[in-house]
């Protein structure tokens, strides 16, 4: 069986130049592979986002909602006017679920970007403000509708469907469900997503 020759002289050249290898080691070390999953069959997926603009506080929220064929079944945003980031994730979640509800979808699997909230729902940490208690009450109350949940954390790489629902609600008068899908681009990534496309993120 034949090597492949230029496979050959690329790893001595690689060999050559120690600064390459180390080079490429320490990229590697330094970086996180990040990929959206499908749920299992019978399963749906709510992925939602919530945006916070620093200069002026204004929020709002967006989320997507797929099959186990990651197909889209539904997305959604809309602003939610001044408040903080923190809050806006809430009710991007709350809005999520009350969708999800709202469709009979009861097997779901939730996955957003805020690790906090993330552990606020499963390891009960505690929230100081009243808003948020308020919040995080509501979605207590909405997940035990469901037959089976899971909630993950997932990084913004992989998040980026509902982080562009999220940005669109900043540019919404009314909130807005889509049922179909709204844009070319959002398009690109639903597709993205459905083929396992890694995205890479610096630790």
């Not at 923190?86 to 509800?101: Q, S």
């Not at 970007?113 to 009450?137: H, N, P, W, Y």
């Not at 790489?157 to 959002?186: D, I, S, Y």
Request: some cysteine; charged content about 25%.
């Amino acid at each position: 069986m034949m090597l492949n020759l230029s496979k050959i002289l690329g790893c001595q050249r690689l060999i050559k130049n120690p600064l390459c290898l180390l080079s490429s080691r320490n990229w590697h070390e330094n970086t996180i592979r990040v990929a959206w999953e499908k749920p299992h069959a019978g399963w749906t997926k709510l992925n939602f986002d919530g945006s916070c603009k620093c200069n002026t506080g204004r929020a709002s929220i967006g989320g997507v909602v797929r099959d186990h064929n990651a197909e889209f079944l539904l997305g959604y945003a809309e602003s939610i006017g001044q408040t903080t980031s923190t809050i806006a994730e809430m009710a991007a979640l709350r809005r999520g679920l009350e969708l999800v509800l709202d469709n009979g979808w009861s097997q779901v699997w939730l996955e957003g970007d805020f690790l906090t909230l993330v552990e606020i729902i499963m390891q009960g940490r505690r929230v100081r403000s009243v808003e948020a208690q308020k919040q995080v009450s509501h979605i207590k109350l909405l997940i035990p509708e469901l037959d089976k949940f899971l909630i993950t954390h997932i990084y913004r790489e992989g998040n980026r469907v509902a982080h562009t629902f999220a940005q669109m609600g900043h540019q919404l008068k009314h909130p807005q469900v889509w049922r179909c899908v709204p844009n070319e681009g959002l398009r690109n990534m639903l597709r993205e997503n459905a083929e396992g496309k890694i995205m890479y993120r610096k630790r």
